[in-house]
């Protein structure tokens, strides 16, 4: 899962110049874009890109808030509606494309945005919880400022982002960056779980498709 994780950092949609600005995207790419999803989706694909720019040297917390803030503008709808599956997790590129999506694919979207713009991945985490008022199974991002503290939640239901002590609504189950899975714990990560006591194939079949996006 590791290799596969470094793995997706090499074929980002969005290419590092040192240039005028550390992250561009080439033409063909934008035009492929606006072909798959239309024009819309083409201009989305150039405001993340001036975000990114504009967020390289901000300290972590503004880039926090202005990443959520960009996600959570997308329309929620379910992968029935959206994939007519029933469940679907999108890549960054699928998300933005159709500005529509669940609440993986905003967590999805806003992990690999942050990672992009240098967030350690042990600071962030894909968190399951149980969202208490819905009766549901839901998914978060995780922030953690330093080893032990509480986190932060950014949500696409309650968009503001909030300590994890705070979001009462909200049970913890687990947590996992792409390198391990932990419990998860109101005031921060519990025990590694052991391997093969959770199934993530979608994280696996993720990364594998954002790679064929790239070829």
């Known amino acids: 899962m590791i290799f596969l994780t470094r793995l997706l950092f090499f074929s980002l949609l969005y290419t590092q110049s040192y240039c005028d600005n550390l992250f561009s995207i080439d033409q063909d790419t934008l035009l492929n874009s606006e072909k798959k999803y239309g024009y819309e989706a083409k201009q989305r694909v150039k405001e ?8 390289d040297k ?6 926090l ?7 959570n503008k997308m329309n ?14 999108a890549s960054r590129d699928e998300f933005i ?23 350690p991945a042990e600071k962030i985490f894909l968190t399951y919880v149980k969202a208490i008022k819905y009766k549901q199974s839901h998914m978060i991002l995780t922030y953690f400022k330093s080893k032990g503290s509480i986190p932060l939640v950014l949500d696409n239901i309650n968009t ?6 705070n979001r009462k609504d ?22 590694v779980v052991p391997s093969g006591k959770v199934n993530l194939s979608q994280w696996s079949e993720l990364i594998l498709k954002i790679k064929k996006e790239k070829k």
């Open 160 to 165: 503001k982002i909030l300590p994890s002590t």
């Open 97 to 119: 494309g159709v500005a529509n999506g669940d609440c993986e694919d905003y967590a999805i979207a806003k992990y690999f945005s942050l990672r992009q713009l240098g967030i």
């Open 48 to 55: 993340l890109i001036k975000l990114l720019n504009r967020l």
């Open 170 to 191: 909200l049970k913890p189950l687990f947590s996992f960056n792409g390198e391990k899975i932990y419990m998860a714990k109101q005031r921060g990560l519990g025990r």
């Open 65 to 71: 808030n202005a990443i959520n803030d960009f996600f």
């Open 58 to 63: 901000e300290p972590e917390l503004k880039k």
């Open 76 to 89: 929620y709808n379910t992968d029935l509606k959206v994939w007519r599956k029933k469940d679907y997790w």
